[in-house]
């Protein structure tokens, strides 16, 4: 017992000697101070052990017990002076006073507790910590910042927060007490001015005359009334021995603590649906104050306040809403979102139409999510991540492209868990209408719909004409506004005269101005559409826009109007040209494009998809700081991208070789006028005088109808969704499958699309084609009723279907890997490429035959086996090469798909294996990955406790919005990692569900 209680004593010892001050919480003691503080602590548990055999000779050895009183022993007091003593002392006075209380109003008011208490404890009295605690939570209310507490000024520092809630139990008992006593007390009867100054002479006197009535007032007391805070200390301190407790910041607990009650505010303000809308939007204050602080947003816009407060929205209706591009949409969606997610304690999905605004929106969250403890993550269903299913505490906001959340919310009807998917936010609604794509979003959200009864659907976009019917499929409210933060204004040009956009005038549009720009001969022949005259009025000191028809004639304007631009260009921003030039170099192994490298010294660089994620996102980064002032670009920057500016011209009414969309036309010049830098944003239309009554019809009709693609892209749409919901068990039988297909904008939209068919006849034909392909089964059931038809997935549907193979290539590819098993030939990578080469590559394919005949003939032996074997001969490409007619054409799908070796040659490069953790990173690609290693920022760890200023001062070219950018998601990433490693500690130490029970 004597050495079970010297190691409970060195607990609590060490426990109070050892708390550290909030300076120090985050500092890890180094291998050598952890020795010493080990053998520091041994030695004072030896003198404690001395000092107790010392004082209790001759008292007789108790048997061993384990439950918390006898833990303890004889020893009630360690020593004469210890802190159990000390605060049972403080607890007996306290009690006596709260009884005198009751006889004599004369000791109602005046201090319980001894100087010499106070000082050892660090405590000033009861309730001066309650006025310092309230003072406190009034400060990290308002402000929300960090304040530094140091242990002597910390009341009951010292202390474990059980005994803090027991003190302040006894405070609010004698406050009731202390209230009761002033209500009767005489009005003449005032508080004394002077009770801190006889303060020790009172308490001193009080012990005096009550030291001899102190066990009668015991006695009298109700034995139940509560334990003695002794015995408390005592049942509380054996638990903490048990059970380490993390220390935690005094301050940080505060701030926690107010978050949480706004949270819990603003939870029971949503669900009793009133007026009163708390703090920021039924959000915490901090949300306001981190949009203030990360994206300088102080106050909303008034069509966006008018949004989140329509009763639609309090009542977590569906919901459409529409503006023009850069009228602030996305800001509604995110409050929308982080009441979902911190509000509701829900998962969020939000969708959007390409990866690169997908990296952009995780990037721009990332500092929200760190600050009020939920994840953001890119959902990459082909990677095998999942949603989590161990987090409850935090929940997540996912950001997907349209193809990965479908995946994503297939994931969550497979695994049970839709009903955890709080909110879907779909930005650019419209593209539900474009091929494909639009088809996986229709089916995306009709599944949604018909599965789950709590999910709310947000859809927005910039260009919606037919709005009703997307209102009748997505059961939703609508709300639509003109508002735009900067003003555009709408040019055309014609030759030099440059005409204003007019709708009251009779042609629609007025005489501007004309093109005052002295060219030479040589700039008319190469210029005839006076691009250099329009983009220098402009740049360097503004951002401009060039949109090009198509990728190669985005390269070509670039290159032409750097040919005469002034050398002064060449000065702009050197440095900065010159690293992200280097940069550039560095990601492509040395392969950098030549017109960039010709380009970017004047401040101009082309944006297209044939650039890498890396190049493109790289350029972005220096068009957005200002490196580069001008862009040629086509238009996919127009959808989404976050790049606006001062002017933006479109170099021809096509793209591609198809007339301008009016939604299009919309979404290019949508990108001009920048808030809060620009008061005005241009937009130039070029068109020749040909295409004039055309572009007049376009700039003055409405925007297109979107219609539904599930019937259009058959075999990525209808076929696809029904094996789907068939695999996923969402819907079984013939009528099942019927009520579901009711249910899509399709079915909204089918007497206009298809009048030939009922959704009736296109159900049964698509599920028969299904049948006869071998991806379903058929079988009938007899019921009471009637006959029905269900259906079952077979292997190869299941594998289609997982997969998300096209099924037009299902039946090839599964011939291709039965013929690969075989015989694989993996003397060469050939055949593995070969397999692995997607079939709609076959239709880009433009072979020039005659270097593929030598490229044939260089092949080795290994790869001339394969090539065999797949049924490609050196005499039919032979034929091909001289031009002869070839009866058998259908081998020339083989060829296309054979022979690739050089495409994956470029695009392969390598990357040090110590700059791949950095890699990882948000904003981080290989260039500046090698400038943070090198400036000793080796590791994530290093990047997510980096102090963004420093890194500015470090790091050549890093903006500070970068820098914040990078540290933000160095900590997400982190925090990530500690998660997942908390969740397969707590699997492991986890009590086995199928533990045999041993009788």
């Excluded at 009520?739 to 159900?763: D, Y």
């Amino acid at each position: 017992m004597e050495e079970g209680c010297s190691r409970i004593r060195r607990r609590v010892s060490v426990r109070k000697r050892n708390r550290p001050s909030l300076a120090s919480t985050s500092a890890i003691p180094s291998a050598a101070q952890l020795q010493s503080r080990d053998e520091q602590e041994e030695k004072e548990e030896e003198m404690v052990a001395r000092s107790r055999r010392r004082k209790t000779v001759g008292v007789q050895p108790v048997e061993h017990n384990d439950s918390e009183e006898d833990m303890f022993g004889d020893y009630d007091s360690f020593t004469e002076n210890s802190f159990l003593a000390q605060v049972d002392d403080l607890e007996q006075k306290y009690l006596q006073l709260s009884e005198q209380r009751k006889h004599a109003t004369d000791f109602a008011t005046e201090d319980f507790c001894s100087e010499s208490i106070k000082n050892k404890l660090g405590v000033t009295t009861v309730s001066n910590f309650t006025e310092y605690k309230s003072d406190e939570h009034t400060e990290n209310q308002t402000e929300h910042e960090d304040v530094p507490i140091e242990p002597g000024t910390d009341v009951l520092y010292d202390l474990p927060s059980s005994q803090v809630l027991y003190f302040e139990n006894l405070q609010n008992s004698s406050n009731d007490l202390g209230d009761q006593l002033t209500e009767k007390r005489d009005g003449s009867s005032s508080f004394p001015n002077t009770v801190n100054e006889e303060l020790s002479h009172n308490c001193i006197k009080q012990q005096e005359q009550n030291d001899g009535s102190s066990s009668k007032v015991r006695s009298n007391s109700d034995t139940s009334r509560r334990k003695s805070i002794k015995d408390h200390l005592k049942s509380t301190m054996t638990g903490n021995a048990k059970a380490q407790t993390p220390i935690f910041s005094r301050s940080k607990q505060l701030k926690e603590t107010v978050l949480s009650e706004e949270i819990n505010v603003a939870k029971k303000t949503i669900e009793s649906s009133s007026d009163d809308l708390g703090p920021f939007y039924s959000l915490p204050s901090k949300v306001r104050d981190l949009y203030v602080q990360f994206k300088g947003i102080e106050k909303l816009y008034e069509w966006q306040h008018t949004c989140l407060t329509l009763s639609s929205v309090q009542e977590r209706k569906n919901l459409i809403y529409s503006l023009p591009t850069s009228g602030g949409k996305t800001l509604v969606a995110e409050i929308l979102m982080l009441q979902e997610l911190l509000c509701r304690r829900k998962d969020v999905l939000m969708i959007l139409p390409y990866v690169a605004i997908v990296q952009e929106k995780i990037s721009s969250l990332s500092s929200f999510a760190i600050e009020l403890g939920f994840f953001v993550e890119e959902y990459a269903g082909s990677k095998g991540r999942f949603p989590p299913i161990k987090r409850r505490e935090k929940k997540s906001l996912y950001i997907a492209t349209i193809e990965k959340g479908h995946s994503l919310v297939n994931s969550l009807i497979e695994t049970g868990r839709i009903d955890s998917l709080g909110l879907v936010v779909v930005d650019e609604l419209h593209m539900i209408g474009e091929g494909s794509r639009g088809a996986i979003l229709e089916m995306t959200l009709a599944k949604i719909l018909y599965i789950s009864k709590t999910t709310q659907v947000i859809g927005m976009s910039a260009t919606l004409n037919n709005v009703e019917d997307l209102q009748q499929f997505l059961q939703a409210e609508y709300y639509t506004s003109q508002f735009r933060p900067v003003e555009l204004k709408e040019y055309l040009k014609i030759n030099d005269t440059i005409y204003e956009v007019d709708s009251k005038a009779d042609s629609g549009m007025t005489f501007s101005r004309l093109l005052n720009y002295k060219y030479s001969d040589t700039l008319k022949k190469m210029d005839p559409d006076h691009l250099v005259a329009l983009v220098t009025e402009v740049i360097p000191n503004y951002s401009c826009l060039v949109f090009c028809p198509s990728k190669k004639n985005c390269e070509n304007v670039a290159e032409m109007i750097c040919k005469f631009l002034s050398k002064e260009y060449l000065k702009q921003r050197e440095k900065e040209k010159c690293e992200l030039i280097k940069n550039l170099r560095n990601m492509s192994s040395g392969n950098m494009c030549p017109v960039l490298k010709r380009t970017i010294p004047f401040g101009v660089a082309y944006h297209h998809s044939g650039l890498t994620n890396d190049e493109r996102r790289l350029l972005e980064e220096a068009y957005s700081t200002g490196t580069l002032c001008l862009f040629t670009c086509t238009s996919t920057l127009a959808a989404g991208v976050n790049l606006p500016a001062r002017r933006v011209i479109l170099r021809a009414p096509y793209v591609a070789k198809e007339f301008l969309k009016r939604n299009q036309y919309k979404q290019m010049i949508g990108r001009a006028g920048r808030a809060g830098i620009d008061t005005i944003g241009e937009s130039i239309l070029i068109l020749q005088e040909k295409d004039k009554q055309q572009v007049l019809e376009l700039i003055s009709r409405p925007l297109e109808n979107c219609y539904s693609c599930l019937v259009q892209e058959f075999t990525k749409g209808i076929q696809t969704l029904f094996l789907s919901l068939i695999g996923l068990k969402i819907a079984t039988n013939l009528d099942d499958i019927y009520h579901f297909m009711n249910g899509t904008f399709f079915a909204v939209q089918q007497k206009t699309l298809l009048k030939e068919k009922s959704l009736w006849e296109i159900t049964v034909e698509s599920l028969g084609y299904l049948t006869e392909k071998g991806l379903l089964q058929k079988y009938t059931v007899l019921s009471e009723e009637e006959l029905q038809y269900n259906f079952h997935i077979t292997k190869l549907g299941r594998a289609s279907f997982k997969g998300t193979i096209d099924l037009a290539y299902c039946d090839i590819l599964y011939r291709d890997l039965k013929k690969g098993l075989e015989g694989l030939v993996l003397e060469s990578l050939l055949h593995l490429i070969y397999l692995t080469t997607p079939y709609d590559l076959v239709s880009q394919c433009d072979p020039d035959w005659m270097i593929y005949f030598r490229q044939f003939s260089q092949l080795s032996p290994a790869e001339q086996n394969v090539a065999a074997l797949l049924g490609v001969s050196e005499s039919f490409i032979g034929k091909k090469a001289s031009g002869q007619a070839i009866r058998k054409e259908l081998e020339e799908f083989w060829v296309y798909r054979a022979l690739l070796v050089e495409l994956t040659k470029k695009l392969t490069y390598c990357v040090k294996v110590e700059l791949i953790p950095l890699m990882e990173v948000t904003g981080v690609l290989e260039g500046r990955a090698k400038q943070l290693y090198d400036a000793g920022y080796k590791s994530l760890m290093h990047l997510a406790n980096a102090n963004p200023e420093v890194l500015i001062r470090t790091i050549d070219h890093l903006s500070r919005c970068q820098a914040k950018q990078i540290v933000s998601s160095a900590k997400m990433l982190l925090h990530e990692k500690a998660e997942a490693l908390q969740e397969e500690v707590e699997e492991l130490l986890r009590l086995p569900s199928d533990l045999p029970d041993v009788q």
